[in-house]
């Protein structure tokens, strides 16, 4: 993945937080089907793996852009 080029890495970052956004609504199902605070813990599980990941390329993106 170190020789992928921008696009191809924005793709990538769009179909991880297109995907993840499925498992965090299945996990608000059970959540409220089991009357539990799961729902909430899935979602901000998800929300914190898809932002790590996408600040992680911003910051990547900014130390090759430097010279």
């Known amino acids: ?3 992928s080029s921008p696009s ?3 793709a990538l970052l769009q179909i991880v ?6 498992f965090a609504f299945v ?3 059970i959540g ?11 979602v901000l599980i998800f929300a ?8 992680f390329s911003v910051l990547r993106r900014k ?3 430097s010279p």
Do not use: C, D, H, K
């Not at 914190?48 to 600040?55: E, H, Q, S, Y």
């Open 27 to 29: 996990f608000w199902l």
């Open 1 to 3: 993945m170190a020789n």
């Open 17 to 22: 937080a297109v995907s993840a956004l499925p």
């Open 48 to 55: 914190v793996i898809v932002g790590a990941v996408i600040g």
């Open 32 to 42: 409220e089907a089991a009357g539990f605070q799961v729902a909430l813990g899935g």
């Open 8 to 10: 191809r890495t924005r």
């Open 63 to 65: 130390g090759r852009s």
